[in-house]
């Protein structure tokens, strides 16, 4: 059974950065997408980013695009979300999740496996 945990969150001031990180169990990491997605306080949960398997293709929200960047390490087993000027608005409990089914990067129903999720707070 694949297991996902995030780290790296905190409380940052805006204009801030922090960079989370995703350690994915096994041999369950290399083959597959993977994505970030975050939950703001009476919100839905909303796609953040996603890249291929091979790290080639990557994908992002509007809201994060030229502020966020996903990267991965298969080496390593792990995941990056890189986050710069952060806004109050980013403030969210972040999760990532193995990519498994279909192309619609965005659908959490393309997603099979899912962290505990690491909070984000950023100050305003």
């Known amino acids: 059974q694949v297991q996902l945990v995030e780290s790296g969150g905190g409380l940052v001031q805006a204009g801030g950065s922090l960079r989370l990180s995703c350690a994915v169990s096994?041999?369950?990491?290399?083959?597959?997408?993977m994505g970030w997605f975050r939950q703001a306080p009476g919100k839905e949960r909303e796609f953040v980013a996603a890249m291929s398997w091979g790290g080639v293709v990557t994908y992002y929200a509007d809201s994060v695009k030229g502020r966020f960047t996903i990267s991965r390490d298969n080496a390593k087993n792990t995941m990056y979300l890189q986050m710069n000027s952060l806004k109050f608005e980013d403030t969210a409990v972040y999760y990532c999740?193995?990519?498994?089914?279909?192309?619609?990067?965005?659908?959490?129903?393309?997603?099979?496996?899912w962290g505990q999720g690491t909070q984000v707070t950023v100050s305003s």
């Open positions: 096994g041999r369950s990491f290399s083959g597959y997408g």
């Open positions: 999740a193995r990519w498994k089914y279909g192309n619609t990067y965005q659908d959490e129903k393309s997603y099979d496996s």
